[in-house]
């Protein structure tokens, strides 16, 4: 995973250098994209943490009847 990441920071250098008006429009785009989508996102990781936490404890209890 670090190679990606390492990459990817050599990539985005090399875009900055080569032509610094779009690279800053680019990532401006990029993060407002990035801030519409977390809302959606936070809300669907903490749904699922809800539900695994009640059914994680209902089978819990499921399966110690047995």
């Known amino acids: ?3 990606v990441d390492m990459i990817t920071l050599f990539l985005l250098a090399v875009s900055y250098f080569k032509d610094k ?3 800053d429009k680019n ?3 990029g993060l407002k994209a990035f801030e519409n989508i977390l ?3 936070f809300g669907v990781t903490v749904l ?3 539900l695994l936490a009640i059914f994680t404890q209902n089978f819990k209890y499921f399966y110690e009847s047995f």
């Open 1 to 3: 995973m670090k190679i």
């Open 21 to 23: 008006k779009i690279h």
């Open 27 to 29: 990532i401006k785009k």
């Open 39 to 41: 809302p959606k996102f």
């Open 48 to 50: 699922v943490g809800v």
